[in-house]
């Protein structure tokens, strides 16, 4: 554990084999983050109140905020959030509270929302709104405010989520072994 991640409440971060977290992000709470997967500056994932659950070889990107929201009177049970194995979380993209399944391509500046279920094997477009409770079909591209479907996956695009989740596993790597070079901090 870096200075990236936080303790919140005696709740630890854990961290699967191989995790890169950036030193300007930051990690706090009841996190789980699986093998291989990614954290890059100015993100932040905060498990303070509810379970942040992410898959294996999943990147983070720059500036996303990751959050949950709490079990109370008015939401029993609360919503976690879920990332499943393979998922690529674009820059500034913001998850609350939301379940996304494998193989999924968040773009930049999307926003997914409480109680959202993204299935396998789907492409959200940059800067797209997914509502409270809305569910995104296996196999689409979703673009717009409110996400709608666009149109269905090429098999090149099905394509580029092993190949973006094995990029992104390279280059956490590398900063991985800039960290145990002394010379490089």
């Not at 990107?61 to 949950?68: E, K, N, V």
């Not at 609360?78 to 996304?100: E, F, K, M, N, Y």
């Not at 399944?101 to 926003?111: K, P």
């Not at 396998?120 to 996400?147: D, F, H, Q, T, W």
Request: hydrophobic share 35%; net charge negative; charged share 20%.
């Amino acid at each position: 554990m870096g200075k990236a991640t936080i303790n919140h409440l005696q709740q630890k971060p854990q961290l699967g084999e191989r995790v890169y977290i950036d030193d300007a992000a930051k990690v706090l709470g009841d996190v789980h983050l699986g093998d291989d997967s990614s954290v890059w500056p100015m993100a932040v994932i905060r498990g303070d109140m509810h379970q942040i659950r992410i898959g294996n070889r999943t990147s983070i990107q720059d500036g996303s905020i990751l959050h949950i929201t709490h079990t109370s009177d008015f939401n029993p049970g609360g919503w976690p959030l879920t990332i499943g194995d393979q998922v690529t979380v674009g820059h500034r993209a913001v998850l609350h509270g939301c379940t996304i399944h494998d193989r999924v391509l968040v773009g930049n500046g999307a926003i997914i929302m409480d109680g959202a279920v993204v299935e396998s094997e789907v492409i959200i477009g940059a800067g797209c709104m997914v509502p409270p409770g809305k569910r995104l079909e296996s196999g689409y591209v979703y673009a717009g405010n409110p996400a709608k479907p666009l149109r269905p996956l090429k098999e090149s695009e099905k394509n580029f989520f092993p190949y973006t989740s094995d990029n992104y596993v390279k280059l956490k790597d590398q900063y991985l072994e800039l960290r145990l070079d002394k010379n490089h901090y």
